[in-house]
């Protein structure tokens, strides 16, 4: 088995920003994250925070990296939240739409350029009867 198993989550995104104080409180005021703890580093940025959204947690630091990131949130209305996206400014990348598997969801930018989509997808954290994932050899 792997993960854990008293319901929280198993896997956690991490950012990295120029400016993480700035981003936390942009994310903070945009977004909705209520930070949970932020270590700060001795050249007056971050060396690790964690930001909580929902049951969900980001973790995020100082210092760019150079690969490209992004995340999914559910939100319960995502016309709600993507009026307060709008309200603080944030980048618009994907328009709010409906999709053909039921949900409404967005895409936007902070101001670092990570990718934010949030939506009202709900993952179901079950293996699916439709598209299950393939059996591993030697086990049955």
Known sequence: MTGIENGSPSIYPVLSYQDAPA??????????FEPLMVVPNDAGG???????FGNGLVMLGSGRSAWAQGLYLVVADADAHYDRALAAGAEITRP???TDYGA???????????????GTYLPALTVSTEYPPPVAAGST
């Open 23 to 32: 981003a936390i409180a942009w994310l903070t005021t945009a977004f909705g």
């Open 46 to 52: 971050v060396m690790h925070a964690e930001l909580r």
């Open 96 to 98: 709010l739409h409906d």
């Open 104 to 118: 409404r969801e967005y895409t936007a930018k902070d101001p670092e350029g990570n990718e934010w989509s949030f």
